[in-house]
């Protein structure tokens, strides 16, 4: 070695032997050899050194600072002496000797620093090694060494336990002069670290057979240093040479994290003629065991290793199990590896003919740590104990042998045969199943083991040649294509067939199914529903009918119309699904587009997979929007235009038809007919069950009765009063409430609910037919300067007044056309009362604004009023008093006309007859009307 500042001092004297081990001749043994290097030794080639030796001792550090120039090299993880297959140690250069400042803990603490990232390197790295080689410090004693070295020791062993879990046994490396110096060092130091010696005896060394001349206090030492001139391919200039004690399983003992030389269980022999003490395990300290009572185990003794190895005193020594008894701990130098015998007594026996194979193969050995176990020429086990448990073996010849191990020596078995014949047996159990449907790539094929099959020819479709051998009863992972697979097995035993399996099949079908929408789309107005079809399609297998359901199939639309699909019927593949009307039926209200969609989840193929969740299409709805269903209310919209709109009743349904197109509504509970801002027609062609609204938009809006009967229920003109009413010739209307008109025309017949209380206001009054008032009164709003009463023209009254006179008919009967009563004490001979007509003005005295209630209407100067009442009340405030005989009186001699002036029979003058009715009917009175 070389010092890190100062030449190192280095003597050679023949170290002194001890006699306290058994000494015997050592077994040859090859030797492993090695270098020592430093910076001094510059940049080398660490193939090429490995090329002649098999470890090296590197320098990292000297004193309490410094760090060797050439140890990261020397350590590269690609180019240095481990990454090129050497085993390597690292060493310390320690400066005791110059001042206190230099520290064991300190200078520890500097080495371990260094090299603690490379002390785990794959079983290459050997212990550390202390290099003492430094004169005492002034004033030191040997003891002061002693004391100074274990120090250093100590604490890379206690970091090397706490930092990296480390079992640490540092190496002290001595020159041959110093190690057996009671003035230098003391005997303490063997007890603690192996020793590598220093000695150069000079001239040629045989490095395998040489012996350093002695060990100090030590009594081997395990690494001799035993020339620093040597000549090494890879190195620059001298360099020194090493020599360990050992072989390649000797230096298993100082590489750290190994089990040494030996592992637990291995067998020993005592190699020493005059025995080989065992130290007292209950008592021993391996570190010194001189202390302790040791037993001598004669020469040849056989035992086996429980644990080490631990070191003490110049050996490495083993606890040992000795075969007659004895238990100690042992030097390992006089220990030899015994060589097993060869193995015997197998189960089965040796050309052995069986139907049934025992559970465990056996056999016996003596001296064996280890069996390896071979089948028909194959390793199938290494086992440490002499049972094998075989695995399943096929029909036919095989055969068997064991090899037994002790450490490196290994004795090849004797070849055993045997023969075994059982049942073919046919595979059986397939996955998948016959039949079964899977959907998951790759696919692993299994059946269940076959007895005495020891591979398997697999085959596919029709095939004559196997796709594969397994020796295992699974073969895969594989990714056959979908459809319809069809495979078998032949159970196959030292490769002769012992079983052919029947074809099996499986469905492979990974593709989901499809779906297709029919395109239909609602037609029928007013339908409640729209059945439509979904078509469901897979290439490989078929979609599972029993997933069709309610939760397939959802359709969205306008106004934020959403609903499930329910289910219908399924005609294979074929699938019919129900959606409910928006609003209870399909009609103008609920056009536009909507889409049908499967959901995500729901259908599957026989295989299990989904369907893919999406749009399968839209439907458009383009139903008329001149009638459509709101709930149960029917939506008559006009448009502006003058076609009208007829409503007639279809059985309980309603009908309603507009150029040329008829649409029937179901559950029909209310008619609501909406006006647009023109003059619009609704027909009313027959008697309407629902009942009916209009809801004008601003033109002069007409409701025609243009066949059947038709019953008012409700004012049909309310508060705007812009609806007209037209009575068709044929047709009939009845007024069962009061009606607020644009206009009446009657060419048919209209009658007013009995009672007295309903009034026909309207703002023009045409009639053809007969307009029957019974005892009801009617209002006629006309515009001012147009007064609708009419005139007598000389012939007949005109206007209202004509159409009372006309209706009365000359015989006052009321057959006639026109405005009619049906009330018996009207119609002759009674004529006890009448239909009376007069201007609000005359009878009210109206003028310019004034206005006045009458039947809880408001009147004003311009209009016509029509009264039922008493035949004779002229001035129509339901009786007959000094008024209305005042009021015939002075017109009589005018010559005057119309029933406000006492032409109570229209007949175009007042005369006998009408003073005839004045007089009858005024003492037959009863209260006012």
Do not use: C
């Not at 839209?618 to 149960?632: C, E, K, L, R």
């Not at 009458?854 to 009340?873: E, L, M, N, P």
């Amino acid at each position: 070695m070389k010092p890190g500042i100062r030449q190192s001092r280095r003597r050679t004297s023949r170290l002194r032997q001890s006699a306290l081990e058994a000494l015997e001749p050592r077994r040859l043994l090859t030797r492993l050899v090695g270098i020592d290097v430093s910076e001094h030794n510059g940049t080398i080639n660490w193939t090429s050194v490995h090329a002649s030796r098999q470890f090296a001792f590197i320098r990292a550090t000297y004193g309490k600072e410094s760090d060797d120039a050439t140890f990261l090299n020397n350590v590269n993880a690609s180019t240095g002496a481990i990454a090129k297959g050497m085993y390597a140690g690292f060493y310390h250069y320690a400066y005791y000797d110059i001042d206190s400042t230099h520290t064991a803990t300190a200078e520890a603490d500097n080495f371990f620093d260094l090299v603690k990232p490379y002390l785990n390197s794959g079983g290459k790295v050997m212990n550390p090694v202390l290099d003492v080689e430094e004169p005492l410090r002034s004033g030191w004693s040997a003891a002061n060494l002693v004391q100074w070295v274990q120090d250093w020791g100590s604490r890379v062993k206690s970091r090397g336990q706490s930092e990296l879990g480390l079992s640490l046994t540092p190496i002290i490396y001595m020159g041959a002069s110093n190690s057996g110096n009671a003035n230098y060092i003391s005997s303490a130091l063997s007890q603690t670290f192996p020793l590598w010696v220093a000695q150069w005896p000079g001239g040629t060394v045989d490095a395998q057979n040489g012996e350093p001349s002695g060990s100090g206090f030590w009594q081997d030492w395990q690494v001799w240093q035993y020339a620093d001139n040597g000549t090494v391919s890879g190195i620059s200039g001298a360099v020194d040479l090493d020599t360990m004690n050992g072989d390649t399983t000797t230096v298993q003992d100082y590489i750290i994290g190994s089990v040494g030389k030996w592992a637990d269980g291995t067998w020993v022999q005592v190699n020493t003629a005059s025995g080989l003490k065992a130290w007292d395990a209950s008592t021993s300290n391996p570190n010194a065991p001189y202390n302790d009572t040791a037993v001598v185990v004669p020469n040849g003794t056989i035992g086996k290793i429980l644990q080490g190895p631990v070191y003490g005193n110049g050996y490495m020594r083993w606890q040992i199990q000795y075969t007659n008894g004895v238990t100690g701990w042992s030097a390992e130098p006089f220990l030899s590896t015994p060589t097993p015998t060869v193995a015997t007594n197998p189960n089965p026996a040796n050309n052995a003919n069986l139907a049934a194979l025992p559970a465990n193969f056996t056999w016996s050995a003596t001296n064996a740590g280890q069996y390896k176990v071979y089948l028909d020429g194959t390793l199938k086990a290494t086992l440490t104990s002499n049972a094998w448990a075989h695995p399943t073996i096929g029909n036919g010849t095989h055969n068997w042998r064991v090899d037994t191990i002790n450490g490196p020596n290994t004795v090849t078995g004797t070849t055993w045969n045997f023969n075994y014949t059982n049942t073919t047996s046919i595979p059986s159990d397939p996955t998948p199943g016959i039949g079964e449907i899977v959907n998951t790539k790759p696919l692993t094929l299994d059946w269940a083991d076959t007895p005495g099959a020891d591979s398997y020819d697999i085959y596919f479709s029709s095939n004559t040649s196997p796709t594969g051998t397994v020796t295992t009863s699974q073969f895969g992972p594989i990714t056959p294509a979908d459809g319809n697979r069809l495979w078998r097995v032949v159970a196959k035993s030292g490769g002769t067939p012992i079983g052919t399996g029947p074809q099996w099949q499986y469905t492979m079908d990974t593709v989901p199914p499809t779906a297709t929408y029919g395109r239909q789309s609602p037609s029928a107005v007013g339908a409640p529903s729209f059945d439509f079809t979904v078509t469901y399609a897979d290439a490989t297998t078929s979609p599972d009918a029993s997933t069709f359901d309610a939760n397939d199939i959802t359709v969205t639309g306008p106004n934020s119309f959403v609903a499930n699909a329910v289910v219908i019927s399924a005609a294979g593949n074929v699938v019919t699904y129900r959606i409910a009307a928006p609003d209870g039926a399909w009609d103008g209200a609920d056009n536009g587009a909507y889409t049908v969609s499967l959901n995500p989840n729901q259908v599957t193929d026989l295989a299990g997979n989904f369907a893919a969740a999406g749009s399968l299409g839209t439907f458009n709805v383009a139903m008329p929007t001149w009638a459509y269903m709101t709930g149960s209310t029917l939506d008559v919209q006009f448009d502006g235009t003058a076609v009208p709109i007829a409503l007639a009743m279809s059985g309980s349904d309603v009908a309603a038809t507009r150029d040329g197109v008829t649409l029937t509504f179901s559950g029909v509970t209310s008619i609501d007919a909406l006006g647009s801002s023109g003059d619009d027609r609704l027909q009313i062609n027959d008697a309407l069950t629902p009942p009916l609204s209009f809801e004008d938009g601003g033109g002069n809006d007409l409701i025609e009765i243009t066949s059947g009967t038709y019953t008012f229920n409700s004012d049909a003109g309310g508060a705007n009063q812009n609806i007209g009413v037209l009575v068709a010739g044929g047709a009939f209307a009845v007024f069962n409430a009061t009606q607020h008109l644009r206009s009446l025309s009657v060419d048919g017949v209209a009658s007013v609910a009995l009672g007295g209380g309903n009034v026909i206001v309207t703002r023009s009054l045409a009639i053809t037919g007969k307009l029957n008032l019974r005892d009801n009164d009617m209002i006629i709003d006309y515009v001012a300067g147009n007064s609708p009463i009419g005139v007598w023209n000389g012939s007949a009254y005109t206007g209202v007044t004509g159409m009372l006179a006309s209706g009365r008919g000359p015989d006052g009967d009321y057959t006639g056309d026109g405005i009619i009563t049906d009330q018996s004490d009207a119609i002759a001979p009674a004529s006890f009362t009448t239909l009376a007509v007069a201007e609000a003005s005359d009878v009210f005295g109206l003028g310019g604004a004034d206005t006045v209630l009458f039947d809880g209407q408001t009147v004003d100067a311009s209009t016509v009023i029509v009264k039922y009442t008493y035949a004779g009340d002229a001035n129509m405030d339901g009786m007959i008093n000094g008024d209305d005989y005042f009021q015939i009186d002075s017109a009589f001699p005018q010559g005057l006309h119309g029933y406000f002036n006492g032409d109570f029979n229209f007949d175009g003058v007042i005369n006998g007859d009408d003073y005839f009715l004045i007089d009858s009917n005024f003492p037959a009175q009863g209260p006012p009307i």
